[in-house]
């Protein structure tokens, strides 16, 4: 899907090439948008990067996933697009020229890491349920 989404953002004339840690930082910090299409399964390391730099999350629909904590809730933490990425260069175009209207969608995916990462009532809320599930393991 790396491939596919590049092709389909060509337009952006964005560079793709390999980059030091540092500059992608740095980058990520400076995007309004970040597409994360699927990886090795579908979250990536690139939708928490997102999260922490507070860029609007574009990725293929996730509905069909349960996580805990749920970061993946569409139209509220993240931007979905279909799967084949049909509609990816129109989604992207779309956030890009409407910016403000999407920069709350950045905020809630911000605050949803934050709150488990970060604050102890979230932690301690993380804790509880991941100590359920081993509890009924055993």
Not at 1 to 29: D, F, N, W
Not at 52 to 71: A, C, E, R, W
Not at 77 to 101: C, F, G, K, M, Q
Not at 103 to 114: S, V
Request: hydrophobic share 35%; proline share 5%.
């Amino acid at each position: 899907q790396r491939k596919k989404s590049v092709k389909c953002l060509e337009h952006l004339q964005a560079p793709t090439g390999p980059i030091k840690k540092k500059k992608y930082l740095e980058e990520m910090r400076e995007s309004k948008v970040v597409v994360a299409p699927f990886s090795w399964g579908e979250m990536s390391m690139r939708d928490f990067e997102c999260f922490v730099s507070g860029g609007v999350l574009i990725k293929p629909n996730m509905s069909h996933v349960q996580t805990f904590p749920d970061y993946y809730k569409e139209g509220e933490t993240y931007i979905p697009v279909d799967w084949a990425l049909s509609d990816l260069h129109e989604v992207v175009d779309r956030v890009l020229e409407n910016y403000d209207d999407y920069i709350e969608i950045a905020i809630e995916g911000q605050k949803r890491f934050k709150y488990f990462a970060e604050e102890l009532p979230g932690r301690v809320e993380f804790v509880e349920y991941a100590s359920a599930i081993f509890r009924n393991v055993t």
